[in-house]
């Protein structure tokens, strides 16, 4: 049978947001309702975790669930940083940040603690939040952490004491509980170096600025 005609309906976009500083999605919200673009959802990752709960403290998620938008916490063990592995090699947290990370696995395993169990039942158990989206790397990871979430298998009362201590541990750390900025400084002085050789380049001089300037 043919389709059943309708009248075309207006073309209404609406989009998503994500990003690590929690300042860029609070102003493209702002940007969206000047360009009458509806955002649907938001997507905040790194910044609802053992050490940094900022996507709440700054008050980020209620001002952007106040505008109607879906919040999802993304990556909850910090790309790595709350895990016995460790974070890779390019992760751009400072490297105190990183010990402190490395000395709390260190100290969940000498006690039989699964340290990234217990930073997922930390978002999980932040009802605030009604999406907390991570990642795994085999079958065995995804059904523990459906266990976790779904309560087939809560914290017993030993780890929920562990988690007491990680989250005193890792939750004052203030500044160094982030790496917002980082990148975009690291960036800035790449630029600054390529620049300056740039300009004794063109005056003629040596080429050995960005060197020195390391």
């Given at each position: 049978?043919?389709?059943?005609?309708t009248?075309p309906?207006?073309?209404?976009?609406?989009?998503?947001?994500?990003?690590y500083p929690?300042?860029?999605?609070?102003?493209?919200?702002?940007?969206?309702?000047?360009a009458?673009?509806?955002?649907?959802?938001?997507?905040?990752?790194?910044?609802?975790t053992?050490?940094?709960?900022?996507?709440?403290?700054?008050?980020?998620?209620?001002?952007?669930?106040?505008?109607?938008?879906?919040?999802?916490?993304?990556?909850?063990?910090?790309m790595?940083?709350?895990?016995h592995?460790?974070?890779?090699?390019?992760?751009?947290?400072?490297?105190t940040?990183?010990?402190?990370?490395?000395?709390?696995?260190?100290?969940?395993?000498?006690?039989?603690?699964?340290?990234?169990r217990?930073?997922?039942?930390?978002c999980?158990?932040?009802?605030?939040?009604?999406?907390?989206?991570?990642?795994?790397?085999?079958?065995?990871?995804?059904?523990?952490?459906?266990?976790?979430?779904?309560?087939?298998?809560?914290l017993?009362?030993?780890?929920?004491?562990?988690?007491?201590?990680?989250?005193?541990?890792?939750?004052?750390?203030g500044?160094?509980?982030?790496?917002?900025?980082?990148e975009?400084?690291?960036?800035?002085?790449?630029?600054?170096?390529?620049?300056?050789?740039?300009?004794?380049?063109?005056?003629?001089?040596?080429?050995?600025?960005?060197?020195?300037?390391?």
């Amino acid at each position: 049978m043919p389709c059943a005609q309708t009248a075309p309906q207006p073309f209404c976009p609406s989009a998503g947001i994500t990003g690590y500083p929690l300042k860029v999605l609070r102003e493209l919200t702002t940007l969206a309702e000047e360009a009458r673009i509806p955002l649907v959802s938001a997507i905040s990752y790194c910044r609802y975790t053992l050490h940094d709960q900022a996507l709440v403290t700054s008050g980020t998620l209620q001002e952007l669930q106040a505008k109607g938008l879906g919040i999802i916490n993304a990556s909850p063990l910090s790309m790595g940083l709350l895990t016995h592995r460790g974070p890779p090699e390019w992760h751009v947290a400072s490297a105190t940040l990183k010990a402190l990370c490395r000395e709390s696995a260190e100290w969940c395993a000498a006690r039989n603690f699964d340290f990234s169990r217990l930073a997922m039942a930390f978002c999980f158990e932040y009802t605030g939040i009604p999406t907390t989206m991570g990642s795994a790397a085999d079958r065995a990871t995804l059904q523990a952490n459906l266990d976790l979430v779904t309560g087939a298998k809560p914290l017993m009362a030993e780890e929920r004491k562990a988690l007491e201590t990680m989250k005193e541990y890792l939750g004052s750390l203030g500044d160094l509980s982030s790496w917002e900025g980082a990148e975009v400084n690291k960036y800035w002085v790449k630029m600054g170096k390529l620049l300056v050789d740039d300009q004794y380049k063109r005056l003629g001089g040596p080429t050995k600025a960005a060197a020195a300037m390391k």
